[in-house]
DNA sequence: GCCAGGATCGTCT
DNA sequence: GACGATCCTGGCG
């Protein structure tokens, strides 16, 4: 394939670069499903994942630029990390070129590596308590608000491409979750039959096809 | 097991 | 002055 074709899908376990979130939001975000988010010690791979595009009444960007979201606005690769009922730091994937505002909220991630530093930043022990929501993974992985504008393909964040069986992992779609306008928009995705997601699949059972 | 309610604060009207 | 892309706890069945 071309060089160009590589950077968008690169190959298992490779190092995403700016390319792959330079297009269209509704394709990053269920690309993003099997990835590694690393932070440091603590990683997980992406099992869940919502789109968020400037046409969307739901998205922060839909007001124009403000202060808050100008980070959506910027280049592609960079994480806009915001605060949530003044408790709960989310993280952003910002997609699609500079100047058009359009972001992957990470959802949730299945535990993949410093686990028990997970669980003394959680205070709880269970696997499937770590990481299962869009608030709970930033503060297992250590993210907060002082990342917002980070460039997710730099340190500390370390973002690669699937590998083994992730490769293989379907990807199913849904409604969103959590908020109150368009919220009949079909943008949550995950990893199929996955038991680390935030929330379980509104229609688990014909989900796979 | 399920549900209702509270915590808490930056941002925008 | 109200609200929100959430999470946790306590009460009840």
Redesign the pocket.
Known sequence: MSEAAAAIAPGPGERLTMAFFDRSVHEVAPALIGCELRVGEAAGVIVET?A?DAGDP????Y?GR????EV?FGPPGRA?V???????S?L?AVAEPDGSAA?V?I?ALEPSDGIELMRAR???AELG?LC??????T?ALGIG?ELNGADLTEPPFELSAPVGEWTRTEVVSGT??????AVELPWRYCAAGNRHV?RPWPAQGRAAA
């Open positions: 919502e968020y739901a998205c922060h960007a007001v403000t202060a808050r979201n959506l806009y915001y605060l949530s009922y003044g408790i709960h989310l952003n972001a909220l959802r959680r205070g709880r308590e299962s929501g869009p608030g709970k993974l503060e608000l969103r979750i959590g908020i109150t306008k935030s």
